[in-house]
């Protein structure tokens, strides 16, 4: 049973950083692309950022580029988002995606509506002005 489960997210002032963790089990980590999605209330989950099965290819949404960085280790199957500068809008629950369907991270992550075999629960980010 594969199960995708999410943690550190939590409440950061404006400029501060978090680090997101995502611990994947009962599959072949390195067969699939993970992702980082996000919904605010009101709004369409969207991408943020994904990686390849190695990690060789990365993509970032616009507004994640030159804050946010993806990396995974294998040996713990484990994906994670480090988010600096944070901003009151990336106020979201931020979820974990998997997917073995595709090989390129930027499909995966530019899906809409977004969609994943796999999902985490989320675990919320809030960022306070």
Request: net charge positive.
């Amino acid at each position: 049973q594969v199960q995708v489960v999410e943690s550190g997210g939590g409440l950061v002032q404006a400029g501060g950083s978090l680090r997101l963790s995502c611990t994947a089990s009962g599959l072949t980590f390195t067969d699939y692309v993970m992702g980082w999605f996000r919904q605010a209330p009101g709004k369409e989950r969207e991408g943020v950022s994904c990686i390849s099965g190695y990690g060789a290819t990365t993509y970032f949404t616009d507004s994640a580029k030159g804050r946010f960085t993806i990396s995974r280790d294998n040996a713990k199957n484990t994906v994670y988002l480090q988010m600096n500068s944070l901003k009151p809008e990336d106020t979201a629950m931020y979820y974990c995606a998997a997917d073995r369907r595709i090989s390129a991270p930027g499909s995966l992550c530019r899906r809409s509506p977004a969609l994943a075999e796999y999902w985490g629960q989320g675990t919320q980010v809030t960022v306070s002005s």
